[in-house]
Antibody, heavy 119, light 110 residues
Framework: EVQLVESGGGLVQPGGSLRLSCAAS????????MNWVRQAPGKGLEWVAN????????YYVGSVKGRFTISRDNTKNSLYLQMNSLRVEDTAVYYC????????????WGQGTLVTVSS | QSVLTQPPSASATPGQRVIISCSGR????????VHWYQQLPGTAPKLLIY???QRPSGVPERFSGSKSGTSASLAISGLRSEDEADYYC???????????FGGGTKLTVL
């Protein structure tokens, strides 16, 4: 059974940092592009970033460039999102999802982890 | 404001057919595959339709997708109470060079 399990969310002050993790199992993690998608409370979905199988290609949505860093460790079947200089508008549930770079075709999603940026 | 435009809400009675639209541009829907997600209350999104009109294994035939020009549609026939959810369209945008989503449509089964 495919499983993606996010962790690391929580309450952080504006300007603070947080590192999210996503543990994958049940599929060949090292063979898939991986993505982070977020959803602000009561709002729609927004793609945040993705990373190629070997980590050599990385892409971000404009609003997080220079503040967020996506990475992966294929030896641990894990995906990460380092979030720095957090803003109130980064408050959202963050999902990890497997899917290709050129299409938001996400076969598998985690349950999400809530990040709240507030003073 | 989303690049892809969906009606914020839709409603129908059980057994009826409902169509949810997704309007875009030549740089996204017209030239790239459209995918649809269903998000039940309090849960993660689930892939419902991929590559315009393909159903993943396990998705009932009641759900179908189509695309014409810069617009795409999700049709749900034989509506059931368990179809009450938020529905999102998604595609790649050639200009933005990234994944984009519609704002979502909240479907109410009356």
């Amino acid at each position: 059974e495919v499983q993606l399990v996010e962790s690391g969310g929580g309450l952080v002050q504006p300007g603070g940092s947080l590192r999210l993790s996503c543990a994958a199992s049940g599929f060949s993690f090292s063979s898939d592009w991986m993505n982070w998608v977020r959803q602000a409370p009561g709002k729609g979905l927004e793609w945040v970033a993705n990373i190629k199988q070997d980590g050599t290609e990385i892409y971000y949505v404009g609003s997080v460039k220079g503040r967020f860093t996506i990475s992966r460790d294929n030896t641990k079947n894990s995906l990460y999102l380092q979030m720095n200089s957090l803003r109130v508008e980064d408050t959202a549930v963050y999902y990890c999802a497997s899917g290709p770079h050129y299409a938001p075709h996400y076969d598998n999603w985690g349950q999400g982890t809530l990040v709240t940026v507030s003073s | 404001q989303s690049v892809l435009t969906q009606p914020p809400s839709a409603s129908a009675t059980p057994g009826q057919r409902v169509i949810i639209s997704c309007s875009g541009r030549r740089s996204n829907i017209a030239t790239n595959d459209v995918h649809w997600y269903q998000q039940l209350p309090g849960t993660a999104p689930k892939l419902l339709i991929y590559k315009d009109n393909q159903r993943p294994s396990g998705v009932p035939e009641r759900f179908s997708g189509s695309k014409s020009g810069t617009s795409a549609s999700l049709a749900i026939s034989g509506l059931r109470s368990e179809d009450e959810a938020d529905y999102y369209c998604a595609t790649w945008d050639d200009s933005l060079r990234g994944h984009i989503f519609g704002g979502g449509t909240k479907l109410t089964v009356l």
